[in-house]
């Protein structure tokens, strides 16, 4: 079976105690069942002179065996140094298959496998810094899954138009999935012709007319964020990151509902535009960030029919949409709360990666998600423009 891979895939190194954000901490670590039959048979004498086995270090949460994480919220077998016990101990054969992995993802489907690595690493940022992310054509499949492919191939490129504002790209994207999901059978030629130039064309032409108040692009993405950080925040986790940003959330949640909104808006407006301007400087990192989330996410390879492989691309390119949401929302608010400090490559990465973190959810996960707070599952395209804001 045939492999594909990005350019980048083979440069990354795990950067282990050098790590800005360790892997080993705050979120779950899944432990597959051929790891904790070899860890029954292993005892902790050499990390803690107990007579326990490794696997009374799990627990199970939320239906799976996961690492039980110490009151700090980090793996028992992290060290001080931001090494791993197990691997110093054991070497890397004792790993679960979740450590031995991440931040490698493998998708595998009936006529190839493809592999990329997951923005929740810091060293997957670096990666993406420097220069714009090649990503593999697919063009040997002869399955249903052959015009998801060619869209996705579609969608990437749309993504690395550097004439277009990310925001831009990302609302002609899912503009065409909807028309592409409402007129089936779909073809080849159909998929050309929405991908064309004069229809990307027509489509930004009138996208220009379009205008949504900066406010309420603000207000609805200051509630997506609070909503996403719902459970985190119950449970303590990503502390230090999240409550300064909500902190300033709610300042302005409450501004907003008892001052003038004309003196907001134009106070905000200000704001907003030194923001994105800054913003830009970091256009590559973005644009690289959710090539890489439509090239790994975008098609299922458990997909059965054309119309569901199309509902499966428009729910995740919703996903991706409120994944970009909340890492810009979470970085203009650090940006206020900072009093307009300037934006830092290192500030970016934190918030890809935490906010990578927080959102990478199943797939199952993620229709649950979008059901249970949104009308319908597949939203109206004004949505998306709500959230997105229309950022020429």
């Given at each position: ?67 039980k994480l110490d009151e700090k919220h980090r793996c028992p077998f992290l060290s001080k140094d931001k090494l791993c016990h197990l691997v110093m101990t054991y070497s890397d054969e004792v790993l679960s298959e979740t450590c031995a992995l991440f931040p490698r993802e493998i998708h595998r489907f009936s006529t190839h496998e493809e592999r990329t690595l997951m923005p929740c690493c810091p060293a997957v940022i670096d990666l993406w810094c420097e220069k714009p992310v090649t990503f593999p054509v697919i063009s040997e499949t002869r ?250």
């Amino acid at each position: 079976m045939k492999n594909y891979q990005p350019d980048y895939y083979n440069n990354f190194k795990c950067i282990a105690d050098k790590c800005s954000i360790t892997c080993c901490q705050e979120w779950k670590i899944a432990v597959d069942d051929a790891t904790n039959r070899k860890w029954m048979k292993l005892s902790t004498d050499k990390l803690s002179g107990k007579s326990n086995n490794l696997s009374s270090y799990t627990c199970c949460k939320d239906g799976s065996l996961v690492i039980k994480l110490d009151e700090k919220h980090r793996c028992p077998f992290l060290s001080k140094d931001k090494l791993c016990h197990l691997v110093m101990t054991y070497s890397d054969e004792v790993l679960s298959e979740t450590c031995a992995l991440f931040p490698r993802e493998i998708h595998r489907f009936s006529t190839h496998e493809e592999r990329t690595l997951m923005p929740c690493c810091p060293a997957v940022i670096d990666l993406w810094c420097e220069k714009p992310v090649t990503f593999p054509v697919i063009s040997e499949t002869r399955n249903n899954l052959s015009t998801a492919f060619l869209i996705r191939d579609n969608l990437i490129k749309l993504i690395s138009d550097q004439g277009l504002s990310v925001e831009q790209a990302l609302l002609d994207g899912l503009y065409i999935l909807l028309e592409l999901y409402k007129n089936q059978p779909i073809t080849n030629a159909h998929i050309q012709e929405y991908f064309s130039d004069q229809t990307l064309n027509e489509l930004n032409t009138a996208m220009e007319d379009i205008h949504i108040p900066d406010e309420d692009t603000f207000i609805e993405c200051n509630e997506l964020l609070q909503d996403l950080s719902v459970n985190y925040r119950k449970e303590g986790l990503y502390t230090a990151f999240l409550q300064p940003v909500l902190t300033e959330a709610c300042k302005y949640s409450n501004i907003y509902s008892q001052s003038d909104n004309n003196s907001i808006s134009r106070t905000l407006q200000t704001s907003q535009e030194q923001f994105c301007s800054m913003l830009t400087d970091y256009d590559i990192v973005f644009r690289n960030y959710l090539t890489n989330e439509l090239f790994s996410d975008l098609i299922s390879p458990e997909a059965a029919s054309t119309k569901k492989i199309i509902e499966h691309m428009i729910i995740k390119m919703q996903w991706i949409m409120i994944e970009y949401t909340a890492i810009r929302q979470s970085l203009f608010l650090w940006y206020s709360h900072n009093a307009n400090s300037p934006l830092t490559y290192e500030t970016i990465r934190e918030h890809i990666v935490i906010i990578s973190r927080m959102t990478g959810y199943d797939d199952d996960d993620i229709r649950e998600y979008l059901e249970n707070s949104f009308a319908k599952l597949i939203w109206d395209w004004g949505y998306a423009a709500l959230i997105m804001g229309i950022r020429k």
